[in-house]
């Protein structure tokens, strides 16, 4: 099977192909899952840790217990990614892109035809100029994904229906990453979805409310029908799901697939072990026990490399008291930190030596923009850790407390989700070791979604032991590391929260130099400057730490054995081709 292209070589390709059009893939390139052969039947159950969905619209969500649910039924997309961040066509069957000579980008999609709604209504190139034009690019509905699609100037690209199969849309520049972040769009049904978008409504669409009274539509293979709180998510096949195996059987195999929810990591462990779930990304801790157990319990256990997620402490730059706001904007209290922070005990501790130390933003598996060189790194030093805080302006009483230039005792809130051990266990380690540096630190373990709401929602709190899901392409962190981004959660702009002063709102150089990379970026089709622009990034990122990054766990993983067409890695997870899994 031909491979398609990577999107670093689509660079180079539009380079030379500028002022002409060049075929990016064809009907010749099979969509995911074309060379599958199972039997269909059966129901596949997976964890999902601490709580329920909150929403079932892409647009709101910022949980994962909401995109968890998000993803399966909106997993319909022009293109799809395999386990390998290897591209191929989805609902598209051909994608041509023209750098014209004028220098606009014309990105041209033909839709394969044929193709329906989980409600049998069809999908035709409506569908997908309206969630492009009237959703994603919608300044009354403001979305994280409108930061990946904009270019260089903020400018949003544009949609328009050639026929019912056709759809055309442009850029007034060059985008790297076009046919990527198009293609990659969760569509939703113009046929429902339009009636709240024009009465100022939409993100009151889908609610949690919406599975359990049928309301939910969407492309990919499973659509939610059930939902029990604090229990579960059951999922049941498409029935107009487009894709057919090997043999023409039409896919998914599974009849259902159901998110278990389960309040904590030990308690996933147990229900795995009970044969509740078919599924459990093992954690480190555990891995050891799960793997020597592995042939006596039937279950394929496994590992692999770093993940692509990120790990870290973060420190509010707004927070509400104005001395602790001076302490975190301080870049010396932050190295003080990241010295402080024990890496290899954390590591053996809490990873059972499952684990590598992270020092910036990019994930050594995102081998492409992976740069070593680039980093500053911050060994376990509690003596440099001191040296940094003097040079911070701080010093310490008689009785060996912290204290700032105006004698106030450095004491502070730390938090992260309850139930995720590592996060805990990384907390109450670096709560102790600041404790050697005379700094006092409550530890408060809470829930999840409250804890992501006073992240992005009140700007309520002081420091946070936190992870993002990370990929193969730092680009696609935009919304993290542009200063007016939707997840700029440490230094929030007063345009984007509210509840942020214009008074106390500081944006130092390096901050501002960030932005200018993840804003240029996009626009220069030399894939060697745009490892440069990438490089600078983790070089700035990790010498003034406004994330102070922490361990990364190998990938390790554990199914039943019953599960056939597994094939699990770092980038896809273990259900990245749920389509295609079946079970015996």
């Known amino acids: 099977m031909k491979r398609l292209l990577f999107v670093a070589l689509l660079a180079l390709a539009l380079v030379a192909f500028a002022g002409e059009k060049y075929v990016y893939f064809d009907e010749t390139e099979p969509y995911i899952g074309a060379d599958a052969e199972g039997t269909p039947g059966g129901t596949l159950i997976a964890p999902q840790l601490g709580s329920g969905p909150k929403t ?49 980008m014309i990105v041209t999609f033909w839709l394969r035809e044929g193709v329906k709604w989980s409600d049998g209504e069809p999908f035709t190139a409506d569908d997908y100029v309206f969630t492009l034009n009237e959703i994603y690019c919608n300044p009354d509905i403001p979305n994280d994904m409108a930061d990946l699609l904009a270019d260089s100037q903020g400018r949003l690209p544009v949609a328009e229906k ?37 009465e100022g409504t939409f993100k009151e669409m889908w609610a949690v409310d919406s599975i359990n009274e049928g309301g939910i539509v969407g492309l990919g293979p499973f659509i939610p029908v059930e939902y029990v709180a604090d229990q579960y998510v059951r999922f049941e096949r498409n029935p107009y799901y487009y894709k057919k195996d090997a043999n023409g059987v039409q896919l998914p195999y599974l009849e259902e697939y159901v998110r278990k929810i389960i309040p904590d990591l030990n308690a996933i462990r147990l229900a795995f072990e009970n044969g509740e779930i078919d599924v459990y990304g093992v954690t480190a801790k555990f891995y050891p026990e799960i793997k020597e157990e592995a042939e006596e319990k039937g279950w394929v256990v496994g590992t692999g490399g770093p993940t692509f997620g990120t790990s870290f402490v973060t420190l509010n730059f707004n927070c509400p008291d104005p001395v602790k706001r001076s302490w975190f904007r301080n870049e010396f209290f932050r190295k003080a930190i990241a010295y402080a922070l024990d890496k290899e005990a954390i590591i053996d501790t809490l990873l059972a030596g499952l684990g590598t130390a992270q ?15 680039a980093l500053r790194k911050y060994p376990y030093d509690l003596d440099f850790a ?56 409550t530890f408060a373990p809470i829930d999840f979604n409250t804890l992501v709401q006073k992240l992005v929602g009140t700007g309520d709190w002081e420091a946070i032991v936190l992870g993002l899901t990370g990929g193969d392409e730092p680009q696609g962190g935009a919304n993290v590391w542009k200063l007016n981004g939707a997840l700029h959660f440490w230094n929030y702009s007063p345009e984007v929260k509210d509840f942020v002063s214009p008074e106390i709102y500081e944006v130092p150089e390096w901050e501002a130099e960030i932005d200018r990379i993840f804003r240029e970026n996009v626009k220069i089709l030399d894939q060697k400057k745009v490892f440069e622009m990438f490089s600078r990034y983790q070089e700035l990122v990790s010498e003034y730490l406004p994330l102070i990054y922490t361990i990364q766990q190998l990938y390790l993983y554990a199914h039943v054995d019953s599960l056939q067409n ?10 990245w081709n749920i389509e295609s899994i079946w079970k015996k």
């Not at 007034?172 to 769009?185: F, K, M, N, S």
């Not at 979805?193 to 024009?198: L, N, Q, T």
């Not at 805080?389 to 106030?408: A, K």
Request: net charge negative.
């Open 566 to 575: 597994m094939d699990p890695t770092s980038f896809g997870g273990m259900l």
């Open 359 to 373: 020092w910036g933003p990019i994930s050594e598996a995102a081998a492409a923009y992976y740069n070593d060189e």
């Open 56 to 104: 079932c619209n892409a647009i709101v969500a910022q949980e994962t217990s909401s995109t968890y649910i998000i993803d399966v039924f909106m997993a319909g997309t022009l293109i799809e990614m395999d386990n390998h961040a290897r591209m191929h066509p989805g609902l598209a069957k051909r994608c041509e892109v023209e750098v014209t000579d004028d220098e606009k």
């Open 386 to 441: 001191r040296m940094m805080l003097q040079l911070g302006g701080f010093s310490w009483d008689e009785e060996g407390n912290l204290i700032d230039t105006e004698g106030n005792p450095v004491e502070f809130l730390l938090m992260t989700n309850a139930g995720n051990i590592v996060r805990e266990g990384i907390c109450n380690i670096l709560r102790d070791e600041l404790a050697k540096l005379g700094m006092k630190v």
């Open 162 to 198: 050639i026929d019912d199969y056709t759809l055309k849309i442009t850029y007034q520049e060059p985008y790297r990453l076009a046919v990527r972040y198009l293609g990659g769009l969760q569509l939703f049904p113009k046929h429902i979805a339009k009636s709240y978008v024009d």
